[in-house]
């Protein structure tokens, strides 16, 4: 017979019980930043093969497919550029290119939406014409300085164009600081949210991204700036130091394979925000597994998101965010 401590399903044998047993919070539709791509043809409106209902969108069509969402409960949007007019150079003029998507959608998300939180990823990779984070030295290197004065410059005309936070993925050296003091110099510091991609590692599961952005650098790797797989060590520097360096809020990135340093970010950051960052290749897994009938769909989007939050997340960069719209709104396996 089993002891009186023995017996746990007690705690959870109702959904109002189940509720209660969220060690950290449940999904609630404010925790979701849905991320946008964003092309230079204004009426554009591209399928993306490589993920699921995603789409490269023109400025014009923004409201109109924001508006619903907007209406359903999103609350906030990261934006990624995709110039597919105008020549990349090295330095990636177009990225804040003053008639550039980014800033463009900027401008038009502010006034169709007064509500709704505009982040900016913040890098030079779907700009420059080698297709790197940052900018190079002759033998293809990273050059760190020119690199973060140029990110800095490139965060602050996206907070001057109405950007409520800007988030660099870029993983040079020191740009956080150097972010922070160019919106300190332009009065913008304190109404511009800086989310830092703190821990970013060099993952395989970027493919379907790059796809959507254009991304891929034409030589080399990433592997110089972003963290090696196994890099705990890194991972936990990295967050201290832009801890230390002025970040509002702290991301790792990919999700799921990284959710011990979700948890480590929690223990080194208590007192910020924790963002987790599931990715094109995790998304598109997901999709795949659920087509191949291992899963549903729902059911996997939803238990990947709510370990998310159990390792310690307190923001979610998702793919999934439109469906997470509807899916609170239907509870679900109750
Ligand atoms: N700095 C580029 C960037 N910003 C966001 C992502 C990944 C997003 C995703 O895969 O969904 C990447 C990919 C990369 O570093 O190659
Ligand atoms: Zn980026
Ligand atoms: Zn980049």
Redesign the pocket.
């Known amino acids: 017979m089993a002891d009186l401590k023995s017996i746990l399903h007690s705690g959870y044998q109702h959904p109002v019980s189940r509720s209660w047993q969220a060690q950290g919070r449940s999904l609630t539709k404010d925790m979701f930043m849905y991320?946008l791509f964003i092309t230079d043809d204004a009426d554009a409106e591209i399928e993306l093969t490589s993920m699921p209902n995603q789409r490269r969108w023109g400025v014009n069509k923004l409201e109109g497919f924001l508006g619903p969402l907007v209406k359903k409960g999103l609350k906030s949007v990261i934006l990624f550029g995709v110039p597919e007019r105008k020549p990349k150079d090295v330095i990636g003029t177009l990225a804040d290119d003053p008639e550039g998507p980014v800033i463009s959608a900027i401008k038009t998300l502010r006034k169709a939406f007064p509500s709704l939180y505009i982040a900016c990823?913040v890098?030079l990779?779907e700009y420059t014409s080698h297709g790197h984070?940052g900018i190079l030295f002759e033998d293809g290197t990273i050059d760190n300085m020119p690199s973060i004065e140029r990110l800095a410059q490139v965060a602050v005309n996206y907070a001057k164009a109405g950007a409520h936070c800007v988030a660099p993925?870029?993983m040079m050296d020191g740009r956080i600081k150097a972010i922070k003091a160019g919106l300190l110099k332009e009065g913008l510091a304190g109404r511009t949210t800086l989310m830092s991609y703190s821990a970013k590692f060099a993952s395989g599961?970027?493919g379907?991204?790059?796809d959507a952005v254009d991304?891929t650098p034409s030589f080399g790797d990433?592997r110089c700036y972003?963290l090696p797989v196994a890099a705990r060590g890194l991972a936990r520097r990295t967050i201290m130091r832009d801890v230390e360096e002025g970040a509002d809020i702290i991301m790792v990135k990919p999700g799921l394979p990284y959710l011990d340093i979700v948890s480590e970010a929690r223990e080194l950051a208590p007192n910020h925000p924790i963002a987790i960052?599931q990715?094109?290749?995790e998304f598109a897994m997901i999709h795949a597994g659920a087509k191949a009938g291992v899963y549903e769909l729902r059911r996997m989007a939803e238990e990947t998101c709510v370990s998310a939050v159990r390792a310690g997340a307190t923001l979610l960069l998702s793919y999934f965010t439109p469906e997470f719209l509807d899916w609170l709104d239907e509870p679900y396996g109750a």
């Open positions: 991320p990823d890098c990779c984070c993925s870029d599961l970027y379907p991204f790059r991304s990433r972003q960052y990715v094109s290749g």
